[in-house]
């Protein structure tokens, strides 16, 4: 049954479907999967009320992300056998890979040995910091370049001589942040900056952002950074699978 009475409403990056009362029926947005320019495609993010549940708003929703925004392709990421799951195979989304979400616990995290590998030595390199909202689009060599300000942002980068090698950003949305990355960009591989970078972000987030307990990240079962990680002290917390459209 499609539930012609619902209005889907256009809002800067995000859509809602609005019921006759004015309540809320439905959301969508965009976010970027990974910031910046080595990954951008948009990660679709969709919720319908279960009580509105299929009436067609989810499709809706959906036909509305693609008419009004520019992106040629989206992901999602949805748990095996949801209703998520078969909505994306209703709508001919592609299945790209399973994910593994991890989460770090601050209060698991020893601060002294934090801080040993965050000021661990690695010759030629240097670490440095950004904080502030990410803009929808932007470089990470151009926020490093201005000036930090106040945002949900922490952005900590390992440069060579000015040519980023490797970085890792969070974003916070209290209790938790979400940490993107870190990655490594080729011709700096092999030296240990992942694991560095998302030590110092680690730290870093924490002085910026007191009250963020948790850290949250989502990645490829054969992420390479997986190891560096699991390390830190990330844990699984559950998994599921990306689909593209
Ligand atoms: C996934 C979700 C957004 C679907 O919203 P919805 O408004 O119910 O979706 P629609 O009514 O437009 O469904 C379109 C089609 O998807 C499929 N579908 C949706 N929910 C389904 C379910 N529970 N079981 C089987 N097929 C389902 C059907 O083919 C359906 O068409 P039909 O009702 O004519 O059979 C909703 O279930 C939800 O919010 N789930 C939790 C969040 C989530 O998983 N989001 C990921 C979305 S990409």
């Known amino acids: 049954m499609t539930e012609r009475l619902i209005d889907i409403v256009a809002?800067?990056?995000?859509?809602?479907?609005?019921?006759?009362?004015?309540?809320?029926?439905?959301v969508a947005g965009l976010r970027p999967i990974m910031p910046f320019e080595y990954e951008d495609t948009p990660e679709l993010?969709?919720?319908?009320?279960?009580?509105?549940?299929?009436?067609?708003?989810g499709?809706?929703?959906?036909?509305?992300?693609?008419?009004?925004?520019?992106?040629?392709?989206?992901?999602?990421?949805?748990?095996?056998?949801?209703?998520g799951e078969a909505f994306c195979?209703?709508?001919?989304?592609?299945?790209?890979?399973s994910q593994r979400h991890d989460l770090l616990t601050y209060c698991d995290v020893h601060r002294a040995w934090l801080g040993e590998l965050v000021d661990a030595e690695h010759p030629g390199y240097r670490l440095t910091h950004w904080t502030g909202d990410l803009p929808s689009t932007a470089r990470v060599e151009e926020l490093l370049r201005s000036p930090s300000r106040p945002g949900n942002a922490v952005l900590t980068a390992a440069d060579a001589g000015g040519d980023l090698?490797?970085?890792?950003?969070?974003?916070?949305?209290?209790?938790?942040?979400?940490?993107?990355?870190?990655?490594?960009?080729?011709?700096?591989?092999?030296?240990?900056?992942?694991?560095?970078?998302?030590?110092?972000?680690?730290?870093?987030?924490?002085?910026?952002?007191?009250?963020?307990?948790?850290i949250e990240t989502a990645g490829a079962e054969d992420d390479p950074c997986l190891p560096a990680r699991e390390h830190l002290g990330f844990r699984p917390v559950r998994r599921t699978r990306l689909y593209e459209l």
């Open 59 to 83: 499709s809706r929703l959906l036909t509305a992300v693609r008419a009004q925004s520019a992106e040629p392709r989206l992901v999602t990421d949805v748990v095996a056998g949801s209703p």
């Open 89 to 97: 195979l209703r709508h001919g989304f592609r299945r790209v890979r």
């Open 11 to 26: 809002l800067p990056s995000r859509w809602q479907a609005v019921a006759p009362g004015g309540s809320v029926a439905g």
């Open 45 to 57: 993010s969709l919720y319908v009320e279960p009580q509105w549940r299929r009436r067609g708003i």
């Open 165 to 214: 090698a490797a970085y890792a950003v969070a974003v916070v949305d209290l209790p938790r942040a979400r940490q993107y990355g870190p990655a490594v960009l080729p011709g700096h591989r092999g030296r240990r900056l992942g694991l560095w970078v998302n030590a110092a972000l680690i730290q870093r987030l924490r002085e910026v952002h007191p009250r963020v307990d948790e």
